[in-house]
T-cell receptor, first 117, second 109 residues
Framework: EPEVTQTPSHQVTQMGQEVILRCVPI?????FYWYRQILGQKVEFLVS????????KSEIFDDQFSVERPDGSNFTLKIRSTKLEDSAMYFC???????????????FGPGTRLTVL | ELKVEQNPLFLSMQEGKNYTIYCNYS?????LYWYRQDPGKSLESLFV?????AVKQEGRLMASLDTKARLSTLHITAAVHDLSATYFC?????????FGTGTSLTVIP
């Protein structure tokens, strides 16, 4: 069964460094998402991406964050200058389509645990 | 500000008992989702509810949606230990998903 994959599973970085988190969505999906979850807390939306552009982003997704779909299969989240408070689990998700009345849900990847020291 | 609230936040229940988790949301949404998350793991989709009055059942879990009341319930019947996890509801009023606060369920023998 197709699944969303993410690499690395754990990333440790120093404050101020840039990190790139990678995701490979399910191949025939059209909508892509990044979320984060601080330990023990709820899942927070960061950004959605469709047709090679951002369709929505949250207040968390400031100028330090960017997303790309560089080659038609990978979907990346870049944090330019990491802060301590960026430490969290980052989940990528993909979705086939979003028409009204459709039952398509998101499929989540296993997550990347980001630790900023 | 859009809010998605779940209660209870923590639930400890005995095996064999029934209980209901509630999800209230503050905006119009034509669909509602329930997810399960095991500790240290990703989110697994349980149900997608698309319309008012929708009811879906899978095993010991049953979800319902009342869009007029902006309320969804996740009912657990005859709980077993394997159901121990955190359960999240989420609404989808636009091209982003808003997750609830989560309900951490522990089923004890």
């Amino acid at each position: 069964e197709p699944e969303v994959t993410q690499t690395p599973s754990h990333q440790v970085t120093q404050m101020g460094q840039e990190v790139i988190l990678r995701c490979v969505p399910i191949s025939n999906h059209l909508y892509f998402y990044w979320y984060r979850q601080i330990l023990g807390q709820k899942v927070e939306f960061l950004v959605s991406f469709y047709n090679n552009e951002i369709s929505e982003k949250s207040e968390i997704f400031d100028d330090q964050f960017s997303v790309e779909r560089p080659d038609g299969s990978n979907f990346t989240l870049k944090i330019r200058s990491t802060k301590l408070e960026d430490s969290a689990m980052y989940f990528c998700a993909s979705r086939k389509r979003a028409g009204r009345g459709t039952a398509d849900t998101q499929y989540f990847g296993p997550g990347t645990r980001l630790t900023v020291l | 500000e859009l809010k998605v609230e779940q209660n209870p936040l923590f639930l400890s229940m005995q095996e064999g008992k029934n209980y209901t988790i509630y999800c209230n949301y503050s905006t119009t949404s034509d669909r509602l989702y329930w997810y399960r998350q095991d500790p240290g793991k990703s989110l697994e989709s349980l149900f997608v509810l698309l319309s008012n009055g929708a009811v879906k059942q899978e095993g010991r879990l049953m979800a319902s949606l009342d869009t007029k009341a902006r309320l969804s319930t996740l009912h657990i019947t005859a709980a077993v230990h394997d159901l121990s996890a955190t359960y999240f509801c989420a609404v989808h009023p636009s091209n982003q998903f808003y997750f609830g606060t989560g309900t951490s369920l522990t089923v004890i023998p």
